[in-house]
């Protein structure tokens, strides 16, 4: 029989592995597979080291269970079901962990080698870092925002890319701009603008003129920008606090509501992407060439031969927003929203990648108790199944005779 020592590290194995994931899930909000990865290789290693080569059929069955808790955290917590080639990633380490674990002892070059196929599993599962394309159109950008410097510094330590803007740079040739008057926007295709300074009418005119004749905009206005600045009020290095555009989305049939909501908040698009805004408004559009998208943050319009897509909140691009590791703006696994990848979407280029996303505090809490309930029934089922060992003594007859004498050889 199993000790009750073996027995209790059974029913809770599955639960460690789950449990150990759960830092980097917290930390950025995303639900992938690869957070487990290391967890489940090192504890299902060292439980099929404890049960040994003798209770391989039980290890395999609790390494499964580890994996369906996994799955059915990310579906419970997301509202949707894990993609197959992550959770297929992880079943493959799983299983080869345990079973070299378990090996050890007796086959240790086997062991190596299935061992060795866990860490080949765990290093294909780790998301690759935003590499820069080779073709990166020419991107035009009007902004008061922070973005190309520090603000609160002079001379040449102020020259500083925002993390948003250095990953724009991996897919566009991104050129700032002074004015929309300037005749290098005559130039280029695409063009960004976030809570610019205060634009004339002519500059106005402009871009609306360069969007009909074939331009790609995505314009960020915010009612109420809340990007943190050292500069005091009413210093004229800040960027606006509201919204300067009303006379170009006027002309485009938008208007921008007041703010409804002064705190931070998480929206979830159409096809699941996350975007976080912060004091965000919406947009209500009269008759003309535009559709509202999330409850009216998002507007798509068709003007003339171009196109603009509007956000109702420029804070959305600052990294505290969407970036959990400020030291890895090039790693998909340490974003908290897709903002980049929306932003880059818009513009009209893509960012590699599908990730998932907790959908709420209450959503994650069901996800993690079902799971742990799950994998301790199936750790349980498994112990009933595959707990007794087989006896190794010979049944029948005594091999003493009745007479004490050892029974004679052939």
Known sequence: MITLGRGLLILCLPGLVLLGGLPALLRAGQMDAAHWMLPAMLLLAGAGLVMGRERLKLALWVAVGAVGGVALLCAGAAGIWPPLFPMLLLFVLACAACTGGALLRSRWPVALGLLAVA?????????????????????????????????????????????????????????PLDSALSPDLGKMRLLLVAQPRGMGAAELAAVDHWVRQGGQALILADPLLRWPSPLPLGDRRRAPSISLLTPLLDHWGLRLNPVEERGEHRHFLPDGSLLTSMASSRFNVRAGPCRAEASGLIAHCRIGLGKAVLVADADMIDDRLWLADPDRPFAPQAWSADTPALVTQWLGRSLPGQRQWVRSGEYLVRGVRWALLAGMIWAGLGWALFGRAKSRMPHGPSVVEKDGQAPKQD
């Open 119 to 175: 860490g080949l599993a765990w290093f294909a599962g780790q998301a690759e870092p935003v590499r820069q394309a080779e073709d990166r159109p020419a991107l035009a950008v009007l902004t008061a925002l922070p973005l190309f410097w520090r603000e609160g510094e002079q001379g040449l330590a102020a020259r500083s890319d925002a993390p948003i803007l250095a990953l724009l740079r991996r897919r566009f040739d991104v050129r």
